[in-house]
């Protein structure tokens, strides 16, 4: 999807990516909406939300998804984060969650928020419900929400429908690992999925992005590994192109028309 690019598709749209992990997240935001696409910029806690969001405003990008309204390239748009890795023990974790409680009504954009029953941070995972379930409740409706869901599938969606967040927001599972079940009620709910190609390397991720509506198909890169990490153009954006291919292929479908669908549903959800 590099726009200009022989044969691939123009205006790329990378749903999950960690933009305030980026030292120059202003390269990032100027290289999408050259573009003509943007990138939804995850942030870990809500400080590093406040940075990103600061250092957009002073180059003059809009934070709200206000250029993807008036159709042009949004570039980077920052997200309001609660990572479920920085809720373990302490009296930092409890300040990220008052602060996230204290912005999330004033941002539509939010992630990365969830949970995470993976091994390293199981003992924090009653922490990690709790902070989720008062997320919840203090994002406004219409948000979109970029969710992880590690071994905890199930009790995202009891917390996004008893919240009322799966009725009145965009709920999106990047990264999708749960069960076929947990998919299939993910996808009944109405629900969103952002694939990537670190999902696209698993047989299972494989037949899960085969199965999610193309209507309801976002592409991610989940990019950069570590914070400090210079923005690559040329990486990030050939990420996207690969995993437009391999969805594409396993779909039966032309690589334009799925493109057309990921960026329609993209350019949507970035201007709420």
């Given at each position: 999807?590099?726009?200009?690019?022989?044969?691939?598709?123009?205006?790329?749209?990378?749903?999950?990516?960690?933009?305030?992990?980026?030292?120059?997240?202003?390269?990032?935001?100027?290289?999408?909406?050259?573009?003509?696409?943007?990138?939804?910029?995850?942030?870990?806690?809500?400080?590093?939300?406040?940075?990103?969001?600061?250092?957009?405003?002073?180059?003059?990008?809009?934070?709200?998804?206000?250029?993807?309204?008036?159709?042009?390239?949004?570039?980077?748009?920052?997200?309001?984060?609660?990572?479920?890795?920085?809720?373990?023990?302490?009296?930092?974790a409890g300040r990220r969650v008052e602060r996230f409680c204290e912005l999330a009504g004033g941002c539509r954009l939010v992630g990365e928020v969830g949970l995470d029953r993976g091994r390293a941070h199981r003992q924090a995972f009653d922490a990690q419900v709790a902070a989720f379930r008062r997320a919840c409740d203090a994002v406004a409706p219409g948000s979109v929400l970029s969710i992880h869901s590690v071994g905890a599938a199930g009790e995202v969606l009891d917390i996004l429908g008893e919240s009322g967040r799966l009725a009145d927001c965009a709920c999106v599972f990047h990264w999708f690992s749960g069960t076929s079940d947990e998919l299939a009620r993910a996808r009944g709910a109405g629900c969103l999925f952002s694939v990537g190609p670190l999902m696209l390397r698993s047989r299972r991720g494989r037949e899960y992005a085969r199965q999610v509506p193309v209507g309801r198909l976002l592409l991610e890169t989940d990019l950069p590994e570590h914070p400090g990490t210079a923005w690559d153009a040329g990486a990030g954006l050939s990420a996207l192109d690969g995993a437009l291919a391999t969805v594409a292929a396993l779909k039966g479908v032309e690589p334009e028309a799925l493109a057309d669908a990921v960026r329609r549903a993209s350019r949507g959800l970035l201007s709420r």
């Open positions: 999807m590099v726009s200009g690019a022989e044969g691939a598709c123009p205006a790329p749209f990378d749903m999950h990516l960690h933009g305030d992990w980026f030292s120059d997240p202003r390269a990032c935001s100027a290289s999408f909406a050259a573009a003509g696409g943007g990138a939804l910029g995850c942030t870990v806690e809500p400080a590093g939300y406040e940075g990103l969001a600061a250092e957009l405003a002073d180059e003059g990008r809009v934070p709200d998804g206000e250029a993807a309204r008036e159709g042009g390239g949004p570039g980077l748009v920052p997200a309001l984060g609660l990572h479920p890795w920085c809720l373990g023990e302490g009296s930092d």
